[in-house]
């Protein structure tokens, strides 16, 4: 059975860092690309980041571009998303989800999410 | 970036009514296209891929259609278990984008 199970979240101050992970399981995890979905409180689903299987490359929305970096350890099978100068937009539902072969930028499983809250 | 463009943003609907939910992309996106449903407090579930493709184990009466930049998700008959948010992603180019989302209730 896939799962994925994200953890890190908390509540920061603007300005600060935080390092989310997520765990996976029951699935060859070096084979599969990985992203970072967020969901702000309320709001609907926003890409954040995603990484192929070899870290060949990484992929950022405009808004977390230059202060989020995402990267994975195969040997662990974990993915990580280290977050820099935290401001309060990016309070959300942090998933961790799993690519498709042929197909990386499809998602077919979701873990249940990490809350992160930027807020003095 | 594209822009993708869900109406309505919420409808309401009898047992066993057909729904329909359109998605338009700012630009051609091909079939390159996927939809979600996510129930409260839960996760996102992937239901159709490249636009018309049913993911395994997902209902029949799902289904999706369209190419370039025109598409559409249909329950051919509501259940009540249907209720949630129903969200188009497209993953043509980067950023990948998702729709605003339809919240489908029952009357």
């Known amino acids: 059975e896939v799962q994925l199970v994200e953890s890190g979240g908390g509540l920061v101050q603007p300005g600060r860092s935080l390092r989310l992970s997520c765990a996976a399981s029951g699935f060859t995890f070096h084979d599969y690309a990985m992203h970072w979905v967020r969901q702000a409180p309320g709001k609907g689903l926003e890409w954040v980041a995603g990484v192929p299987w070899n870290s060949a490359y990484r992929v950022y929305a405009d808004s977390v571009k230059g202060r989020f970096t995402i990267s994975r350890d195969n040997g662990k099978n974990s993915l990580y998303l280290e977050m820099n100068s935290l401001r309060p937009e990016d309070t959300a539902l942090y998933y961790c989800?799993?690519?498709?072969?042929?197909?990386?930028?499809?998602?077919?499983?979701w873990g249940q999410g990490t809350l992160v809250t930027v807020s003095s | 970036d594209i822009q993708m463009t869900q109406s309505p943003s919420s409808l309401s609907a009898s047992v066993g009514d057909r729904v329909t939910i359109t998605c338009q992309a700012s630009q051609d996106i091909s079939n390159y296209l996927n939809w979600y449903q996510q129930k409260p407090g839960k996760a996102p579930k992937l239901l159709i891929y490249d636009a018309s493709n049913l993911e395994i184990g997902v209902p029949s009466r799902f289904s999706g259609s369209g190419s370039g930049t025109d598409f559409s998700f249909t329950i051919s008959s509501l259940q009540p278990e249907d209720i949630a948010i129903y969200y188009c992603q497209q993953y043509d180019n980067f950023p990948l984008t998702f729709g605003g989302g339809t919240k489908v209730e029952i009357k």
């Open positions: 989800a799993k690519g498709i072969v042929a197909r990386e930028d499809t998602f077919d499983y």
